[in-house]
């Protein structure tokens, strides 16, 4: 009876911390370069019960394993395990921002072992000298000329270097190439990642790597092209999170019923079985 308490109350949890997952990929719907986290819910390992004594308990066939005898196993509720990104590329959204840039997908190798795609992001620096990444393309130039995202953090060329413009009238290529006065200053830095799944979330858009991650420019099968006056949405579908997100409550509240059916049964053991007459 205790063990279907714990089993129980285990769904409880894994249903509301996916709930709170799918609200957050909700919430940020509109969040430009957003990308929705999956959940994995996973049981945890089997118990194997034996029997000390073999003749009060029937036994499998009368199989004898160690000088015990098996009776079954016993499942010991859900989890979950993990929430990974999602690094599909989402829908542009056109600004008429000279800042605003979007970076396209193009053909990106396959991992032979995992067969996960590989993903490409814009690089920037934050302020320890940090290499980050992202696919917001929410750009600004701050007080000193460089181009920056929001937080302040730098966007970096092919080289690593902070760009620096002297304003906002500036064109890009589809090769990252940016033109100011007809002068090349430098081409937009980009990133790959062979296993996205393998990076950190930062929130606000933003991953890290424990090692800075390769420049895409010349590696080989890496395709991309960029886009000015356009971001990169979300890549969440609203619908379908809507859907699993009612899916979930109805889970937690399947649990939520059978928990209340434990608590009846034992109140019932308690004061109606156990109870001697005088």
């Given at each position: 009876?205790?063990?279907?308490?714990?089993?129980?109350g285990s769904g409880m949890i894994a249903q509301q911390r996916r709930t709170e997952m799918l609200a957050n990929n909700i919430a940020n719907a509109n969040t430009p370069g957003f990308k929705a986290e999956q959940s994995s819910i996973r049981s945890f390992p089997?118990?194997?019960?034996?029997?000390?004594?073999?003749?009060?308990?029937?036994?499998?066939?009368?199989?004898?394993?160690?000088?015990?005898?098996?009776v079954g196993e016993l499942s010991t509720g859900v989890y979950m395990q993990e929430t990974m990104p999602l690094f599909t590329q989402g829908s542009l959204r056109e600004t008429g921002m000279t800042t605003d840039i979007a970076l396209l997908d193009g053909s990106?190798?396959?991992?032979?072992?995992?067969?996960?795609?590989?993903?490409?992001?814009?690089?920037?620096?934050?302020?320890?000298?940090?290499?980050?990444?992202?696919?917001?393309?929410?750009?600004?130039?701050?007080?000193?000329?460089?181009?920056?995202?929001?937080?302040?953090?730098?966007?970096?060329?092919?080289?690593?270097?902070?760009?620096?413009?002297?304003?906002?009238?500036?064109?890009?290529?589809?090769?990252?190439?940016?033109?100011?006065?007809?002068?090349?200053?430098?081409?937009?830095?980009?990133?790959?990642?062979?296993?996205?799944?393998?990076?950190?979330?930062?929130?606000?858009?933003?991953?890290?790597?424990?090692?800075?991650?390769?420049?895409?420019?010349?590696?080989?099968?890496?395709?991309?092209?960029?886009?000015?006056?356009?971001?990169?949405?979300?890549?969440?579908?609203?619908?379908?999170?809507?859907?699993?997100?009612?899916?979930?409550?109805?889970?937690?509240?399947?649990?939520?019923?059978?928990?209340?059916?434990?608590?009846?049964?034992?109140?019932?053991?308690?004061?109606?079985?156990?109870?001697?007459?005088?």
């Amino acid at each position: 009876m205790f063990r279907g308490f714990y089993t129980v109350g285990s769904g409880m949890i894994a249903q509301q911390r996916r709930t709170e997952m799918l609200a957050n990929n909700i919430a940020n719907a509109n969040t430009p370069g957003f990308k929705a986290e999956q959940s994995s819910i996973r049981s945890f390992p089997e118990m194997f019960m034996s029997s000390l004594n073999a003749q009060r308990i029937p036994t499998q066939k009368g199989i004898q394993l160690n000088g015990l005898s098996p009776v079954g196993e016993l499942s010991t509720g859900v989890y979950m395990q993990e929430t990974m990104p999602l690094f599909t590329q989402g829908s542009l959204r056109e600004t008429g921002m000279t800042t605003d840039i979007a970076l396209l997908d193009g053909s990106l190798p396959i991992d032979a072992e995992t067969g996960e795609q590989g993903a490409v992001f814009f690089r920037l620096e934050n302020e320890n000298g940090n290499e980050l990444y992202t696919k917001n393309g929410n750009f600004t130039i701050d007080a000193a000329g460089y181009l920056t995202n929001p937080m302040g953090y730098y966007v970096l060329d092919t080289n690593g270097q902070r760009i620096q413009l002297q304003n906002d009238d500036f064109s890009i290529s589809d090769a990252g190439d940016i033109m100011q006065n007809g002068t090349a200053v430098a081409t937009l830095g980009v990133s790959f990642a062979e296993q996205p799944g393998a990076l950190l979330k930062q929130g606000n858009g933003l991953f890290t790597s424990d090692a800075n991650l390769p420049e895409a420019q010349n590696l080989a099968g890496v395709g991309y092209s960029f886009q000015q006056g356009f971001l990169e949405g979300s890549n969440v579908d609203a619908a379908k999170s809507m859907t699993d997100m009612l899916a979930a409550y109805r889970a937690f509240e399947a649990n939520q019923k059978i928990l209340q059916a434990y608590d009846r049964s034992m109140e019932k053991a308690v004061n109606e079985i156990g109870r001697v007459n005088g």
